[in-house]
C-alpha cells in the first residue's frame, strides 16, 4: 500500500535558510518563530497525518460517502475520530485570530499543514480546508454579530463550513446564478434554490454546517452586480450558540466521481432556508473572494501534495523493482537484475516530479508568507506591496502546482508499470483524486484569464512591474558569481522570455482581446516557471550557504536540473503566445 511521510525537513529549510522567517518576527503571531519552533508544531502536525490520516486513504476512496433516505450522510469508516483527532489538536485555528480562540500562528504554516494533510489524505483535508475558507470569509466582512455566533464554534472545529456558488447552469460565469433570496423583514432573509458540487455539503463529522451561499436579492441588478453572500446555518443559532431549529436546506444527492470520493459532493436544496446577508448588498461576489482566493491558493497546495505522495511512492518502487541493467555495466550483480532506478528515463520522471514538486512548494510558500504580511504588517507599503505579490501569483500557484502535481501523479504511475494501473496497488487514486485540482476554484484556463486580464493590468502594472525588478534585481546581484551560474544564467534566458511575453501582450492583446485569451495559459505557464527558476536560483544560494549536507548537496543537483532540463520550456511558451490567436480562431465551430 502507498506510504507517505511529510516533507519536514525540506519545509524547515524553505521557511528558515530561503525565507528566513525569523526576520518577521515583528509581525504578531511570528514572535516565536523559529526552525525550532516550527520544526516541533510541524513534527506533531506531521505524525497526525502520517499515522492516522494517510491510513484512511484507500478506505475512504473504497467506500465513499452515503446519503440515507433521509438526506443524511456519512464519512467512511475512521472519519470520525480521525476528524475528533484533528479538531481537538487545534489544526484548525492554526492561523485564526486568537480572540475567537485560534492559535493566531502563521497562514504560511497553515499552508504547511494543507499540504501534509492532502499528501495524507486529500478527501479528508477538504472538510477543514472548506472551514478555513469559510472563517476567513466571515473574519474579513462578517458583521460582529455573525463573528461571535459563528468564528468560535468554526475554529474550533465543532462546526464546519462550505461555499456554495455552483448552480447547475452557473459554474464560471457566476452573473448566472439563479439562487433567490427574498428579505423578511427581520434582518433575515428566505433563500430559495440548487446549488450542486457543494464540497463537503453534509457529513456526520461536525455538529452544524455553515454555508456561504451567494444568492440574488429580489430587484437586484442583472449578472455579478447583483449578487450578494449569505450565511445558512443547517441548524438555525440561539443567542447562545445553542443549536435551534433545523433550517429549511437538505442534501438532495451525492456525486458518484472520479476521484475523492470520501469527499462528500452534494447538491444542496435551499426551500425557504433562513439566510443571513454578509457584507453588504450586492456585494457578494468580492466577500467569496476572500474565501475563493485562499481556496485558490490551498487547491494549488493540494496539486503540489498530490505530486509530493506520488512521487514518494514511484521513488521508493523505483529502488526495489528490479528490471533490466544499467546501461553502464551491471549495478547490483548479485541480483538477477538491477532496481529500475538505474535507468536514464525512470530518473528523468523521478527528478522531474522532485525539481516541481520542491521548486512549488517554495513558490507557494513564498506566497503564503505575502499573506501574512499582508493581513499583519503595520507598514502600509509592505503590506500593499504583499497584497499586489498575492493577487499576481494566486492563479500562477493554483494552475501550475495543479497541472505539475496531475502530471506528476501520471509520470509516477507510469514507474509502477502495468502494477500502477492496478486498484490494490493504490497509486492510481492519486491520479484519480488530483484530476479534481485543474477543474475547481476557477478551472485554470480561468486562472490564467485572471492572471492575464485582470491581475497585470491592474494598477498600471504595478504588481508585475515591482516582480520583474525584484528577479531582475536578483539576477544582476549574483551576475558575477560563478558558483550560482549554472542557475542564473538560465533564468536570465528565461526572465528575457517573460519580458518578451508581457511586451507581446501589451502590443498585441489591448486590441485584440482573442490574443490574450489564446496566449493566456502559455504565458502562465512561462511565468510560472521563471517564478520558480527564481526560487530554485534562491534555494540554491541557500544550499551553497549551509555547507556540506546531504540536503545542501541535493538541493544543488535538483537545481540544475530544474535550470539545465525544465527551465528552457519558457521559449516554447513564448513562441506559442507571440503566434496570436489567429490559428487557434480560425476554424468555423461547426468543424470541430
Ligand atoms: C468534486 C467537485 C467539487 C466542487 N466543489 C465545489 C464547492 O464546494 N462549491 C462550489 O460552489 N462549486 C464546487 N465545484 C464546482 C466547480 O468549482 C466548477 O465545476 C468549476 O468552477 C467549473 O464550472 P463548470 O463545471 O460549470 O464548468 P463551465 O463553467 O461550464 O466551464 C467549462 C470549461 O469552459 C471553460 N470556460 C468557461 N468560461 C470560459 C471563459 N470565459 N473563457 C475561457 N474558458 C472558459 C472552463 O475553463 C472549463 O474548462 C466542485 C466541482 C467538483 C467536480
Not at 526576520?23 to 516565536?32: I, V
Not at 502520517?50 to 433516505?69: F, T, W
Not at 484569464?449 to 546581484?477: I, Q, S, T
Request: aromatic share 6%; hydrophobic share 45%.
Amino acid at each position: 500500500m502507498p506510504v507517505y511521510k511529510a516533507p519536514v525537513e525540506d519545509v524547515v529549510f524553505l521557511l528558515d535558510d530561503v525565507l528566513d522567517i525569523k526576520k518577521y518576527n515583528n509581525l504578531p503571531g511570528f514572535e516565536d518563530v523559529s526552525a525550532d519552533t516550527i520544526s516541533a508544531i510541524l513534527g506533531e502536525g506531521a505524525k497526525l497525518c502520517e499515522e492516522v490520516l494517510q491510513p484512511l486513504n484507500a478506505i475512504g476512496d473504497r467506500e465513499g460517502c452515503h446519503r440515507a433516505s433521509d438526506g443524511t450522510v456519512t464519512t467512511p469508516t475512521g472519519f470520525k475520530p480521525a476528524y475528533e483527532s484533528y479538531r481537538a489538536g487545534g489544526w484548525i485555528g492554526l492561523p485564526a485570530p486568537v480572540e475567537y480562540g485560534g492559535l493566531g500562528l502563521p497562514a504560511v504554516l497553515n499552508s504547511v499543514m494543507q499540504e501534509f494533510i492532502s499528501g495524507a489524505n486529500l478527501a479528508f483535508g477538504m472538510y477543514p480546508g472548506l472551514t478555513q475558507g469559510a472563517i476567513a470569509a466571515l473574519l474579513e466582512h462578517g458583521s460582529q454579530e455573525q463573528k461571535n455566533t459563528f468564528l468560535p464554534k468554526m475554529i474550533a472545529g465543532e462546526w464546519t463550513g462550505t461555499m456554495n456558488l455552483t448552480e447547475p447552469h452557473c459554474g464560471t460565469d457566476l452573473g448566472l446564478i439563479r439562487t433567490r433570496a427574498a428579505p423578511r423583514g427581520d434582518g433575515s432573509y428566505s433563500i430559495t434554490g440548487q446549488k450542486i458540487f457543494i464540497s463537503a455539503g453534509e457529513h456526520d463529522l461536525a455538529a452544524n454546517i455553515v454555508h456561504l451561499v451567494l444568492a440574488r436579492i429580489e430587484g437586484a441588478p442583472a449578472g455579478t452586480k447583483g449578487i450578494s453572500l449569505f450565511v445558512c446555518p443547517k441548524y438555525l443559532v440561539g443567542p447562545n450558540g445553542s443549536l435551534g431549529a433545523r433550517n429549511a436546506l437538505s442534501c438532495g444527492k451525492i456525486e458518484e466521481k472520479m476521484g475523492i470520493h470520501a469527499n462528500a459532493t452534494c447538491v444542496m436544496n435551499y426551500e425557504g432556508a433562513t439566510g443571513y446577508l454578509i457584507g453588504e448588498e450586492n456585494r457578494g461576489l468580492a466577500a467569496m473572494f476572500v474565501m475563493m482566493n485562499e481556496a485558490r491558493l490551498a487547491v494549488g497546495v493540494q496539486g503540489l501534495a498530490m505530486g509530493e505522495v506520488a512521487y514518494q511512492n514511484a521513488a521508493s518502487h523505483a529502488r526495489e523493482r528490479l528490471q533490466g541493467r544499467s546501461l553502464s555495466g551491471v549495478k547490483e550483480a548479485d541480483k538477477p537484475a538491477d532496481p529500475i532506478i538505474v535507468h536514464p528515463d525512470v530518473r528523468r520522471i523521478l527528478m522531474t516530479a522532485r525539481a516541481l514538486n520542491e521548486g512549488g512548494r517554495a513558490l507557494a510558500l513564498a506566497t503564503a508568507l505575502q499573506a501574512d504580511i499582508h493581513r499583519r504588517s503595520p507598514d502600509a507599503a509592505a503590506r500593499q506591496a504583499a497584497d499586489d505579490r498575492l493577487g499576481l501569483m494566486t492563479p500562477i500557484v493554483k494552475a501550475i502546482l495543479t497541472e505539475n502535481g496531475l502530471q506528476n501523479a501520471i509520470n509516477s504511475q507510469q514507474i509502477f508499470g502495468g502494477h500502477g494501473y492496478i486498484a490494490e496497488v493504490g497509486v492510481e487514486q492519486f491520479v484519480r483524486d488530483a484530476r479534481i485540482t485543474l477543474i475547481y476554484e476557477g478551472a485554470n484556463g480561468i486562472q490564467a484569464l485572471d492572471l492575464v486580464g485582470r491581475k497585470l493590468p491592474r494598477d498600471g502594472g504595478r504588481a508585475m512591474m515591482a516582480y520583474l525588478a525584484e528577479l531582475n534585481g536578483f539576477l544582476k546581484a549574483h551576475d558575477t558569481d560563478e558558483a550560482l551560474a549554472p542557475y542564473v544564467a538560465p533564468l536570465k534566458i528565461s526572465a528575457g522570455h517573460l519580458q518578451q511575453a508581457t511586451m507581446w501582450l501589451m502590443q498585441n492583446a489591448l486590441a485584440k482581446p482573442d490574443n490574450a485569451g489564446a496566449a493566456s495559459t502559455d504565458y502562465l505557464q512561462l511565468f510560472g516557471l521563471v517564478a520558480m527558476g527564481h526560487m530554485w536560483a534562491q534555494m540554491a544560494k541557500a544550499a551553497l550557504a549551509r555547507g556540506e549536507d546531504a540536503l545542501a548537496r541535493n538541493k544543488l543537483v535538483t537545481a540544475k536540473f530544474f535550470a539545465a532540463r525544465l527551465l528552457p520550456e519558457t521559449a516554447l511558451r513564448l513562441a506559442r503566445v507571440s503566434a496570436g490567436a489567429g490559428d487557434v480562431m480560425a476554424m468555423p465551430a461547426e468543424a470541430f
